[in-house]
């Protein structure tokens, strides 16, 4: 799904649902520089991007609450590996946007070449 809204994300897609948009992009923006998702990160660039920066307040007390959100990331080992096959997924997701659909499957972060994942 994170590749095809990739995609979508590149070709300019994301127009009808911009709040799909702010949360792929926040999401995108955290993984690429941990390596992984930081939710309380994430929540942050999602609410800076929608300026909707109230909602969800009760559920967010609840998640910290029982420990779902915690306030410092998590760092891991190879998160420089993961930046970069990031980097390179969205890199040809937008040369295939530009240069129009190649017929290979596009490359999903994590996922190695095509293949039958």
């Not at 998702?37 to 969800?56: P, Q």
């Not at 420089?80 to 659909?101: H, P």
Request: glycine share 16%.
């Amino acid at each position: 799904m994170k590749a095809c809204t990739s995609l979508a994300f590149a070709e300019g897609r994301t127009k009808a649902a911009p709040e799909i948009a702010a949360f792929h992009q926040s999401f995108m923006d955290t993984v690429g520089v941990l390596g992984r998702n930081y939710e309380l990160g994430m929540i942050g660039l999602l609410k800076l991007r929608t300026h909707k920066f109230f909602d969800d307040i009760a559920l967010g007390m609840k998640l910290f609450q029982k420990g779902k959100l915690g306030l410092f990331p998590e760092l891991i080992k190879g998160n420089a590996e993961v930046r970069k096959l990031i980097k390179d997924g969205l890199q040809k997701s937008k040369l295939e946007a530009a240069g129009g659909a190649t017929g290979e499957t596009p490359v999903v972060p994590g996922h190695g070449h095509g293949g039958g994942h």
